[in-house]
């Protein structure tokens, strides 16, 4: 099985900055879309930004212009550079990605999905 295991997670003041990392091991042929999720208490689970197997990346709007999402495609690593963080960015981020594996019924596209990191962004 694929695992999918996040780092970077912490507490920071308002204006500060953390950078989330995610690392995928197991039998991987390659990864397509990666991307990182968050629920805040009390709230649904939203897209934060993905980013493709070419390195396209996509925002949610609330985070334009301060987060920064990144790959490398050799370590099967993706990242999450959040900067000018606010009290709303406090939330558990989890990791996701759809991997490419392959057996001997031939390629297959599976969804994963990391335990979270907590990030905690208050005065």
């Known amino acids: 099985q694929v695992q999918l295991v996040e780092s970077g997670g912490g507490s920071v003041q308002p204006g500060g900055s953390l950078r989330l990392s995610c690392a995928a091991s197991g039998r991987i042929l390659s990864i397509n879309d990666m991307g990182w999720y968050r629920q805040a208490p009390g709230k649904q689970r939203e897209l934060v930004a993905t980013?493709?197997?070419?390195?396209?990346?996509n925002y949610a709007d609330s985070v334009k212009g301060r987060f920064t999402i990144d790959r490398d495609n050799a370590k099967n690593t993706v990242y999450l550079q959040m900067n000018s963080l606010k009290p709303e960015d406090t939330a558990v981020y989890y990791c996701?990605?759809?991997?490419?594996?392959?057996?001997?019924?031939?390629?297959?596209?599976?969804?994963?999905w990391g335990q979270g990191t907590r990030v905690t962004v208050s005065s």
């Open positions: 996701n990605a759809h991997v490419r594996q392959l057996d001997r019924g031939g390629i297959l596209i599976s969804d994963y």
């Open positions: 980013i493709t197997s070419g390195g396209n990346p």
